[in-house]
Nanobody, 124 residues
Framework: QVQLVESGGGLVQAGGSLRLSCAAS????????MGWFRQAPGKQREFVAT????????YYADFVKGRFTISRDNAKNTVLLQMNSLKPEDTAVYYC?????????????????WGQGTQVTVSA
């Protein structure tokens, strides 16, 4: 059974940092493209970042470029999202997702597995 479990969310002041983790079981993150998405209250879920299965490509939403970094620890079967210079508008539930095709895509419809999400709240 595949499980993706996010952690690392919390409350932080604007300008601060958080590091989200996504621990995978039942699938090797080294063979999947892994993505992060987020959903703010009253809004649709949106793409944040993705990394290809080889780790040779990373893609970011424009609103996080230069602030967020996605990476993968194959030994721990974990995907990370380092978030710096956080803004109140980054407040959302952040979700981890896995794409069997491995290419890294911004479309959430392509992803096969999803975690339950972790809340990130950024205060002004």
């Amino acid at each position: 059974q595949v499980q993706l479990v996010e952690s690392g969310g919390g409350l932080v002041q604007a300008g601060g940092s958080l590091r989200l983790s996504c621990a995978a079981s039942g699938l090797p993150v080294s063979s999947y493209a892994m993505g992060w998405f987020r959903q703010a209250p009253g809004k649709q879920r949106e793409f944040v970042a993705t990394i290809t299965w080889r780790g040779d490509g990373t893609y970011y939403a424009d609103f996080v470029k230069g602030r967020f970094t996605i990476s993968r620890d194959n030994a721990k079967n974990t995907v990370l999202l380092q978030m710096n210079s956080l803004k109140p508008e980054d407040t959302a539930v952040y979700y981890c997702a896995a794409d069997y095709r491995g290419l890294g895509t911004t479309s959430q419809d392509v992803y096969d597995y999803w975690g339950q999400g972790t809340q990130v709240t950024v205060s002004a």
